[in-house]
């Protein structure tokens, strides 16, 4: 009973927020979808298609592994601060990415859906173009080591103006 509630209330975080956000894209999925007509519906599967074609150009079945991936690491490491069993860490983190993993397609689904509401077919056409070009496919796997260099270059800015802006404060003072 007592490895039930710690598998449970491990659980309980995690999917609360796993939940939370399946929802709000629901909700998401009900506006938009409530406003279509029969007619515009066939349209929007092939532009669907279309974006999950984009999206798999872009490499986002493969981000939503490394997040599940991060993100199940984080949780471990949370449950070994708070003293968890090791074999409950394993149990709760490998029901959660089987969870995960099995939900991914439908995560996709919503996703494409959305780019294909916010791209016209001829745009998606385009974009699946220049991401199946080899300057777009350099694009694409270029993506996670300039995120990393962009952050530092970010951090290291905001870590100038932080300066600045204590030095005019403490100039002003005086």
């Known amino acids: 009973m007592a490895i039930e509630k710690l598998i449970f209330s491990n659980l309980i975080s995690t999917k609360t927020i796993f939940a939370k956000i399946m929802s709000l894209t629901a909700i998401t999925l009900f506006a938009l979808t409530s406003t279509h007509t029969i007619a515009h519906a066939s349209t929007l599967a092939g532009s669907t298609a279309s974006a999950r074609e984009l999206l798999i150009l872009l490499n986002v079945p493969t981000l939503l592994e490394e997040?599940?991936?991060t993100s199940l690491e984080d949780a471990?490491?949370?449950?070994v601060k708070r003293g968890r069993p090791q074999?409950?860490?394993?149990?709760?983190?490998?029901a959660l990415k089987a969870e995960m993993m099995a939900?991914?397609?439908a995560l996709i689904d919503e996703i494409a859906f959305l780019y294909a509401r916010s791209f016209t077919q001829v745009e998606l056409d385009e974009l699946i173009k220049f991401y199946s070009s080899p300057t777009g496919q350099k694009f694409v796997a270029a993506q996670s080591?300039?995120?990393?260099t962009q952050s530092k270059i970010l951090r290291d800015w905001l870590d100038d103006v932080r300066e600045r802006t204590r030095y005019r404060l403490a100039s002003a003072s005086t």
């Open 76 to 79: 471990k490491a949370d449950m």
């Open 103 to 105: 939900s991914m397609p």
């Open 87 to 94: 074999e409950t860490i394993n149990n709760v983190t490998n």
């Open 145 to 148: 080591s300039l995120k990393g």
């Open 67 to 69: 997040t599940i991936y």
